[in-house]
């Protein structure tokens, strides 16, 4: 977590900082693993590869995380995709960081690009701010800035480290805690 937060506070911007968190992942795995994940079985299986991969995540993520359980996910269109969703119950991560950007440029868009471009499946993660929680949505494809508003959008939680480490520097965001988070920017 101290990583994450330090990062987020001098790691150079919010792309760096995405840039950073992906080669992490590509660390987690030997570097065969992915390319061939994709074409072994996100191409030709991409429902088979979502379940799997939210079945893997929510067994061997829960360490970071906190509680999670596999579950189904809906579309806006009323389709339901059976056992390709992680529901986060109160994301320790999220929650210990205490900053929207940290979820955000720690998790949310590079997780989200690993799973797409590296492992070859579409992944919508849609943090919620007001319960910690979080959904994961494998085989979506994530919205676009306008579309999430609100994650980009959120005001600096009132304990943010990144927000009081800038006011004791006497700099950063006004005091005024519903103030955006100065370190979140749309992509």
Request: net charge negative; hydrophobic share 40%.
């Amino acid at each position: 977590m101290d990583l994450a937060q330090q990062l987020n506070r001098v790691g150079g911007g919010p792309e760096d900082v995405q840039a950073a968190t992906r080669r992490v992942l590509r660390s987690l795995f030997p570097p065969w693993l992915p390319g061939a994940f994709k074409a072994m079985f996100s191409r030709p299986f991409p429902e088979l590869s979502c379940r799997m991969n939210a079945w893997v995540t929510a067994l061997t993520c829960q360490w970071l995380m906190g509680p999670s359980a596999v579950n189904d996910v809906e579309l806006g269109d009323g389709t339901v995709l059976r056992g390709q969703g992680v529901k986060v119950e109160r994301c320790r991560f999220l929650e210990e960081a205490g900053c929207a950007a940290v979820c955000v440029n720690s998790c949310k868009l590079p997780t989200q690009t690993f799973f797409a471009e590296d492992m070859g499946l579409p992944l919508a993660m849609a943090p919620n701010y007001d319960d910690f929680s979080c959904q994961f949505s494998f085989g979506v494809q994530p919205a676009g800035p306008e579309e999430e508003a609100e994650v980009f959008s959120t005001p600096c939680f009132a304990g943010c480290p990144s927000k009081r480490a800038a006011w004791a520097a006497g700099g950063g965001p006004a005091q005024d805690p519903q103030q955006q988070c100065p370190n979140v920017t749309p992509p």
